[in-house]
Each structure stands twice: as C-alpha cells, then as structure tokens.
C-alpha cells in the first residue's frame, strides 16, 4: 500500500545533540511537510517542499533544516536540540501545492521525540 | 492567532450517539479539511468540503459549511467505541495553499 513511514517512531537524544529525523513516502507526491505538534496543540508547519523549491516558515527556528534528496526522501534535522524541542515530528504529503486551493495531506505515524 | 477553533474541546458520549464538533474560522478560505488523530498517531484526512459547497458525506460522516458565519461542523453518527480520537478541522486561507489546523477536540466514546 501507498504510505508515509516516518523512522524512528520514538527519538531520544541529548540537549544540544544533532539528531535526524527521517521520513519516505511511495505516494510519488510532489509536496513533502514537516509539522511539530506540542501536546494537545494543533499540528505547527515547520516548512515544506514543492518538488526541490523549500519554503520556510517565517517562524521557524533556525535550528530547524530540511532536506530533500529525491522525491521521495526528506529529513529533518535539528541542530541544537533544546528541552523546548521535544514534541511529536510529523510528516505529511500532499499530491500537489494547488495555487487556487490545498488538496488533502497524507501523514505519516509521527516521531516522538524526547530531549534529555 | 489560529485560523481554526474547534468547540467544544472535548466531548464524551455513549456509543450508537451522534457527535457533533464544530469549527469556527476567520479569514476567507478555499476549503476546509477535518483529519482524525489517533492517540500517539499522524493524523488521517477524513473529509474536504470546498468554500462553494455546503454539505458533504462521507460513510457516518457529515460536514457541513457555512462560509457566511465562517463555521463548520461535523457529525458522526452511530459513534462506536473506535471514533474515539482527536479530530482537528484544517483551513487553506485564500492567499495560500497551506493548511492551518486547530487545536482539535478530543472525543471519547463510551462503549
């Protein structure tokens, strides 16, 4: 079946230890998310890819990067995790950006990641 | 502030009772999404009703907008034990194809 697998599903890293999240998609969809959701807090879109175009939100930390090698891979590093960091990693797809509407998100299991 | 606010926050109620969860907006939008989150889960797309739509189904699912009061709401029917999730409603605001979500309502359904 076509998916979203988001590996690890549970992260536990250091503060102010890099750590890489990844997330692969056989949906061929053109558009990659990363969202960060705080417990019982919506879902906060960190940034997203249409194709190779990465678009950042303007209130996206820094210490936040993405990358995307093909269309089916992206990764979301953290450079400098804080405790403020720990929260769920989602990754979503979506077939197209669509410029007069959005279309519906596909969204894998989540990371969960704890900062010590 | 968000684009989405869904009422009530949490609702609890027996199983075979319908829920209804609403979802209030503020700026004009080109649709409007709901998406289930299981607990400890990513969330799955339930439903998508355009800004020129009224009322759509989907199986014991229904959505209605109201564009004119900046509202929706959806109804589950016939809720069962599984239902129970957190269900968030998204909005794509007309400058932007991008999705906002709410802060979600939490339902429980007792079996």
């Known amino acids: 079946d076509a998916m979203v697998i988001q590996n690890p599903r549970y992260q536990v890293t250091q503060f102010g230890k890099p750590v890489t999240l990844s997330c692969s998609q056989t949906l061929n969809h053109n558009v990659m998310y990363w969202y960060q959701q705080k417990s019982s807090q919506a879902p906060k879109l960190l940034f997203h890819?249409?194709?190779?175009?990465?678009?950042n939100e303007a209130d996206t930390p820094d210490n936040f990067q993405s990358r995307r090698p093909n269309t089916s891979f992206c990764f979301l590093d953290i450079r400098s995790p804080g405790l403020g960091d720990a929260a769920m990693y989602l990754c979503a797809t979506s077939r197209d950006r669509g410029t007069a509407s959005s279309y519906e998100q596909y969204f894998g299991p989540g990371t969960r990641l704890t900062v010590t | 502030s968000q684009q989405g606010e869904e009422d009530p926050q949490a609702l609890s109620i027996q199983e075979g009772e319908n829920a209804t969860m609403n979802c209030s907006y503020k700026t004009s939008i080109n649709n409007l999404q709901w998406y289930r989150q299981n607990s400890g889960r990513g969330l799955v797309h339930l439903i998508l009703i355009r800004s020129n739509e009224r009322e759509k189904h989907s199986g014991r699912l229904r959505v209605t907008l109201d564009t004119s009061k900046k509202s929706s709401s959806l109804l589950i029917t016939a809720s069962r034990a599984a239902d129970t999730a957190s269900y968030f409603c998204?909005?794509?605001?007309?400058?932007?194809?991008?999705?906002?979500f709410g802060k979600g309502i939490t339902l429980s359904v007792r079996p």
């Open positions: 998204a909005t794509d605001a007309m400058a932007n194809s991008k999705l906002t």
């Open positions: 890819y249409y194709d190779k175009d990465f678009n």
